[in-house]
């Protein structure tokens, strides 16, 4: 039996790796856009670059959750998903976790997904 957890990339995770093939942790990555800019809070994020950008703009910066899509695919190839995300009074994280969980039960109702608000951000 197959375990993956999957957060946003507001959970404070950068990498981890299990020492269990039965256990995965997957993170869904945020936005981040600072004028026509747009970041992707991933592992490959440059910092520095982004910063600078955010210093030399006038205008405020935006971000924006992860797409449902995005979640369905990060819930794909195992048998028991744990999703927990940044708090739904703060983001549409949690809200696009919990309909790519209703888009996989769709197509497999028997799926194990449990999707959780964090409550904190």
């Avoid at 048998?79 to 039960?105: E, F, P, Q, W, Y």
């Amino acid at each position: 039996m197959t375990w993956k957890i999957v957060t946003d990339s507001g959970c404070d995770l950068r990498s981890l790796e299990s020492q269990s093939k039965e256990l995965q942790f997957e993170r869904v990555p945020l936005t981040l856009q600072i004028g026509t800019e747009i970041f992707r809070d991933d592992d490959g994020l440059d910092i520095d670059n982004m910063m600078a950008t955010m210093y030399q703009s006038s205008k405020a910066a935006t971000s924006s959750c992860p797409s449902p899509d995005a979640f369905l695919q990060a819930y794909k190839g195992v048998d028991n998903v744990i999703a927990v995300t940044i708090t739904g009074t703060l983001s549409g994280s949690h809200n696009s976790a919990r309909l790519a969980k209703n888009d996989l039960l769709e197509d497999y109702p028997n799926a194990n997904i449990h999707v959780i608000d964090s409550l904190s951000a």
